[in-house]
């Protein structure tokens, strides 16, 4: 049983990783970011059907058919970018767009709730329940795919990027309140202390993180443990081998993988954690080559987690008409209320940059599909409702790559 799957698993590996590393080749050369070229692979293979063989079936690939080995890679993965963007960005950096940050994370909630609820009302597609729960699902903002593109354009210094990462922190903690206030609304009992114990904990992981997290590394200095010889010292000035020489990497690692870990146990992303993790080691990055040393993992492991994003559309789903024009209003709103946002939260920075930002937060994907799947269980959303959003969601993450980079192109013109 061990070695079948594991025959099947290294062929998942070997088929998915070669397609999407040749397909974000192709898009290169095109112009565009590779992991448009990694969604689309995994668009292929969740609606590819051969003669009598649906190929995600065949290869079980994507969470209807049972991928928890491939989800598992593609997670990491993911965490693993987030701590690189992390490492790229100071606690300085974040504290100057702090004002920004906010505003713009607090406007791309606001306007995204208030369009979704109004398109499910105002077109008869649900109840008012059903109408708060499309209104959060929009309001979700998942960073994966903006981190890799600012990666992919080497932008991840830029002051745009620090607003992003700042205001999708935020996002995170509002997102888990508000999804806890609907869930309470939908089930008939809504707790105002659970509530307020939920935004206090998610809040006290954060900002502990954010103004304590470097301390923390530095305090680990001078702690011998098991021997004289081993000795944990994470400092700016020197961060000495646990040892061996990759002292520095299994404790880079080793906090990453730990507090992705308990910002999960504190009910956020656990790539909130991830990247407080990396900025937690900004000041000693590049002095000891972490990214370096970290990015051949990430190189291999991030694409499955767009990939398998890819999988999970399912294209049946926008066949009937008026399935087709509640996709279209939602993700016309979903785009602009993310735009809007950067534009009214950061208009000072200028309006190529605050459409870039906009553009940033405007990515959906596993965030919104959660959301969508706690409405589906609490029989809250209709199987069709349920349908639009994950089609809406995944539309959000092809539409922002090539809108990113003629931003990026734009911008970068202006400044010559």
Not at 314 to 342: E, H, P, R
Request: proline fraction near 2%.
């Amino acid at each position: 049983m061990a070695e079948a799957f594991l025959e099947l698993f290294l062929v998942q590996v070997f088929i998915i990783f070669l397609l999407a590393k040749l397909s974000g080749l192709a898009m290169r050369r095109l112009g565009q970011p590779s992991v448009l070229g990694e969604i689309a692979v995994g668009i292929i293979l969740g609606n590819l059907v051969i003669g009598r063989y649906d190929i995600a079936e065949l290869l079980q690939i994507g969470s209807e058919h049972g991928g928890e080995a491939l989800s598992a890679l593609a997670h990491l993965g993911i965490i693993l970018l987030l701590f690189i963007i992390g490492m790229h960005i100071t606690l300085g950096d974040l504290k100057k767009v702090g004002k920004v940050s906010i505003s713009v994370g607090v406007v791309g909630m606001v306007l995204p709730f208030l369009f979704g609820v109004s398109v499910i009302l105002s077109l008869g597609a649900g109840e008012p329940r059903a109408a708060m729960f499309v209104g959060v699902a929009l309001m979700a903002t998942s960073v994966g795919v903006t981190a890799r593109l600012c990666q992919d354009l080497k932008r991840e210094n830029s002051r745009e990027t620090v607003i992003v990462m700042g205001a999708a922190v935020m996002d995170d903690v509002l997102g888990l309140v508000a999804l806890s206030i609907a869930v309470g609304i939908a089930s008939g009992s809504v707790n105002p202390g659970t509530i307020m114990m939920t935004v206090g904990v998610a809040t006290a992981f954060v900002m502990i993180m954010l103004l304590f997290g470097e301390r923390i590394v530095d305090w680990a200095g001078g702690a011998k443990v098991l021997e004289d010889r081993i000795v944990f010292l994470v400092r700016k000035d020197k961060l000495t081998k646990l040892g061996q020489e990759n002292g520095p990497i299994i404790i880079a690692l080793a906090v990453c993988f730990g507090m992705a870990a308990l910002a999960s146990l504190f009910g956020l992303a656990a790539i909130v954690g991830a990247f407080l993790a990396g900025m937690a080691f900004a000041d000693v990055n590049e002095h000891y080559g972490l990214t370096k040393r970290i990015e051949p993992v990430e190189f291999f492991l991030v694409p499955f987690f767009f990939v398998l994003i890819g999988v999970e559309v399912d294209i049946s789903l926008i066949y009937a008409w008026d399935s087709i024009i509640l996709i279209t209003l939602l993700f016309a709103l979903a785009m602009t209320g993310k735009v809007l946002a950067g534009l009214i939260g950061a208009w000072k920075e200028g309006r190529a940059s605050a459409i870039l930002i906009g553009l940033g937060m405007a990515p959906r994907g596993e965030v919104m599909i959660i959301v969508a799947q706690v409405g589906l269980d609490l029989g809250v959303l209709s199987e069709s409702l349920f349908g639009a959003l994950v089609v809406v969601s995944m539309l959000t993450i092809l539409a922002v790559p090539p809108l990113f980079k003629s931003t990026c192109t734009y911008q970068d013109k202006c400044a010559l």
